[in-house]
């Protein structure tokens, strides 16, 4: 499966998005995304250690950034 197929599914649903970097983990709720695998959180928040920890509201993914997605 296409990983812009696979994402397709997942809108509308809760997932968890690991970043690039210094391993910064968001949960929130995916809105949409682009074929660059761009992708819009609502209600997202910082996870660290299983915890949430900073509450974001709605934000942008850079695809390019993106190191993994879970369903949640």
């Known amino acids: 499966m296409f990983p812009n197929k ?7 649903s ?3 998005v690991e970043m690039k970097g210094e391993k910064t983990i968001l ?4 809105s949409g995304f682009d074929e660059y695998l761009n ?9 660290e250690d299983g915890r949430k920890i900073t509450s974001l509201g709605s934000v942008i993914l850079r695809g390019n950034n993106v190191v993994l997605v879970n369903p949640l």
């Open 39 to 47: 992708m819009h959180l609502i209600d997202a928040s910082e996870v």
């Open 6 to 12: 696979k994402i397709q599914s997942l809108v509308g």
């Open 27 to 30: 949960e929130g709720i995916l």
């Open 14 to 16: 809760r997932i968890q």
